[in-house]
């Protein structure tokens, strides 16, 4: 079992824009089994490249649904429902924070598999939720940088004085 470390909010690898994956060899396929299981310790239901530290456009999902495990590469949100809905959203990279987050509910994205495969799916439910929240990571957006200014600081805040706490221990 392959554990990888998963970056959280300061780690600068969070607020860069991924590369493009242009190499599809087994060692990949090897880096995304470790993920999946970094996935299930951490209790997620995605992941993406920067938050194991590697800047690349890539991310995985496992919502525990039935075809709902998927590895996206160089994916690009090519449609999205103008019918938006507020959700709960956590963030492994944001331990312990959640808000509710407006996304649209329907999304379409083309992508890659882990051979280099192209694909498109269409999404809509939780799927679609995880799609855009992993998304964002590849474009250096964390979910809290979709929340109002007042509540992002007062969040952020309580974050920084609970895990000063616990480094002091």
Same mark, same amino acid.
Request: aromatic share 8%; proline share 4%.
């Given at each position: 079992?392959?554990?990888?470390?998963?970056?959280?909010?300061? &780690? @600068?690898?969070?607020? =860069?824009?991924? *590369?493009?994956?242009?190499? +599809?060899?087994p060692?990949?396929? /090897?880096?995304?089994?470790?993920?999946?299981?970094?996935?299930?310790e951490? &209790?997620?239901?995605?992941? %993406?490249a920067?938050?194991? #530290? /590697?800047?690349?456009r890539?991310?995985?999902? *496992?919502?525990?649904?039935?075809?709902?495990?998927?590895?996206f +590469?160089?994916?690009?949100?090519? =449609?999205?429902? !103008?019918?938006v809905?507020?959700? @709960?959203?956590?963030?492994?990279? /944001?331990?312990?924070?959640?808000? $509710?987050?407006?996304?649209?509910?329907?999304?379409?994205?083309?992508?890659?598999?882990?051979?280099?495969? %192209?694909f498109?799916?269409?999404?809509? #439910?939780?799927?679609?939720?995880?799609?855009? !929240?992993?998304? $964002? !990571?590849? =474009?250096?957006?964390?979910f809290?940088?979709?929340? @109002?200014?007042?509540?992002? =600081?007062?969040?952020?805040?309580?974050? $920084?004085?609970? !895990?000063?706490?616990?480094?002091?221990?």
């Amino acid at each position: 079992m392959v554990m990888l470390d998963i970056y959280t909010i300061g &780690d @600068e690898v969070l607020r =860069e824009k991924g *590369d493009r994956v242009t190499k +599809f060899d087994p060692s990949l396929a /090897i880096l995304i089994d470790a993920m999946y299981e970094t996935l299930e310790e951490a &209790d997620g239901i995605g992941l %993406a490249a920067p938050q194991v #530290g /590697i800047s690349k456009r890539f991310f995985i999902v *496992d919502t525990r649904r039935p075809g709902e495990r998927i590895a996206f +590469f160089n994916p690009e949100i090519v =449609e999205m429902s !103008h019918e938006v809905g507020m959700y @709960e959203e956590g963030c492994l990279s /944001i331990p312990g924070v959640y808000y $509710d987050i407006e996304r649209p509910l329907k999304v379409t994205v083309q992508a890659q598999d882990v051979t280099g495969k %192209a694909f498109q799916l269409e999404a809509d #439910g939780i799927l679609a939720r995880v799609i855009q !929240h992993e998304y $964002d !990571h590849l =474009e250096g957006i964390l979910f809290v940088d979709r929340m @109002e200014e007042g509540a992002r =600081e007062r969040l952020l805040k309580a974050y $920084d004085k609970k !895990h000063r706490k616990e480094r002091k221990r």
